[in-house]
Every structure is written in structure tokens, then in C-alpha cells.
T-cell receptor, first 115, second 110 residues
Framework: GAVVSQHPSWVICKSGTSVKIECRSL??????MFWYRQFPKQSLMLMAT?????????EQGVEKDKFLINHASLTLSTLTVTSAHPEDSSFYIC???????????FGPGTRLTVL | AQSVTQLDSHVSVSEGTPVLLRCNYS??????LFWYVQHPNKGLQLLLK??????LVKGINGFEAEFKKSETSFHLTKPSAHMSDAAEYFC????????FGTGTRLKVLA
């Protein structure tokens, strides 16, 4: 149980285009999903917390107009990187939990490369 | 405020020898603590968690961790390393959100 998937697993795009990454909880309903960014050989950096049916809460320094997060259902959250630039290239990981006190379960990550 | 410190950025062990990955935490109340493993270009997999029940927590793949309040530690151990254990390990303390340690890269030598 507690499986989280991400799609795509990797994506290459041109500078200036937008990219959408999906995060799905496959066998449980996730009231909260989280989006993280990980730079090479570094730890995870929380970008935003997304609750189903409400606006995401962004961490300080994360541009909400650049990283659009939608959590339209209890099993799906999407992260859209708008007008991507090479510095947005990174490994993006989502996680999901059912209740506040629950463990977070992580997706396999999406490698974004912006040319 | 809560924080977590992983004391070693790199650990190398020989296959078949014990593994010790060290983690110290800071918390103003009884914490929830986790160890996750990340293989290259993969997401994080939960190894084990402590949530104020038994202080010795057994996880998957032969790993275990002991919560020691007096030492504010939650070290991860395994009696015998396997080549497949080579990965990045993260200690996490949960507050209003997850607070990650900086990670320990485990290398297993043949």
C-alpha cells in the first residue's frame, strides 16, 4: 500500500515552454500533497504544500506564479513549471499523506532538463 | 524549533560488516522521526519511523534504529551491509512539515 506515482519520470523541454508534472496517490486518498525540489547531491527542499480543493501554500522564496500547483482531487496534484529556464532544471519529487499525523509517501521523482 | 543533524556526509563499509548512520535531533516536544533511503535518480523509500512507541524500531531490509532521548539521537544500524544498501539516507524529524537532514551517502565495498 501507500504508493505514489509521478509522470513523467523525465522530461526535456526548451527554454520558455511550460511543463506539467503529475503526482498521484494510487491506493489512498491524499488530503495533502507536497512538492520538493532536489539539487544534485543535496537534500530535499520543500517548495509547497497542497491541500485538496484549496490554494497551495508556498515556501519562502518559491515563485508561485512560476510553479503552479493544482490539487483538484484527493488522488492528483500537478506542478506546472511555467516559462521554464535552464536554472529550473532539477529533480522534482512529490509526496502525499492522508492525515496530518501520517507518514509522507514519496513519488519516484521527475527529472526536468531545460535546454 | 526542530532540527536534525546527520553527522556523516559519507560512510564507507565493507560488504558483510555493520552499518551505522548517525542522526541527532532537536525538538521541544516528543518528536516523530523517520529514516528514508534514496537510490540514484529515485524517490524516497521509507525505511522506518519512530512515533513514541517502542524506542527500538525495526524497519525494512534489516535496518533498525534506536530512539535515545537522553542523547537526542536516532541512529540507523544494520548488522551486515549488502551491496544493494549503497544509497543516500535521510533522517527526518516531523514538525509542521518534514525537516530533512543533509543526507549520508553510504558506500558498500566488495
Amino acid at each position: 500500500g501507500a504508493v505514489v506515482s509521478q509522470h513523467p519520470s523525465w522530461v526535456i523541454c526548451k527554454s520558455g515552454t511550460s511543463v506539467k508534472i503529475e503526482c498521484r496517490s494510487l491506493d489512498f486518498q491524499a488530503t495533502t500533497m507536497f512538492w520538493y525540489r532536489q539539487f544534485p547531491k543535496q537534500s530535499l527542499m520543500l517548495m509547497a504544500t497542497s491541500n485538496e480543493g484549496s490554494k497551495a501554500t508556498y515556501e519562502q522564496g518559491v515563485e508561485k506564479d512560476k510553479f503552479l500547483i493544482n490539487h483538484a482531487s484527493l488522488t492528483l496534484s500537478t506542478l506546472t513549471v511555467t516559462s521554464a529556464h535552464p536554472e529550473d532544471s532539477s529533480f522534482y519529487i512529490c509526496s502525499a499523506r492522508l492525515r496530518e499525523a501520517d507518514t509522507q509517501y514519496f513519488g519516484p521523482g521527475t527529472r526536468l532538463t531545460v535546454l | 524549533a526542530q532540527s536534525v543533524t546527520q553527522l556523516d556526509s559519507h560512510v564507507s563499509v565493507s560488504e558483510g560488516t555493520p552499518v551505522l548512520l548517525r542522526c541527532n535531533y532537536s525538538s521541544s516536544y516528543s518528536p516523530s522521526l523517520f529514516w528514508y533511503v534514496q537510490h540514484p535518480n529515485k524517490g524516497l523509500q521509507l525505511l522506518l519511523k519512530y512515533t513514541s512507541a517502542a524506542t527500538l524500531v525495526k524497519g525494512i531490509n534489516g535496518f533498525e534504529a534506536e530512539f535515545k532521548k537522553s542523547e537526542t539521537s536516532f541512529h540507523l544500524t544494520k548488522p551486515s551491509a549488502h551491496m544493494s544498501d549503497a544509497a543516500e539516507y535521510f533522517c527526518v524529524v516531523r514538525g509542521s512539515k518534514y525537516i530533512f537532514g543533509t543526507g549520508t551517502r553510504l558506500k558498500v565495498l566488495a
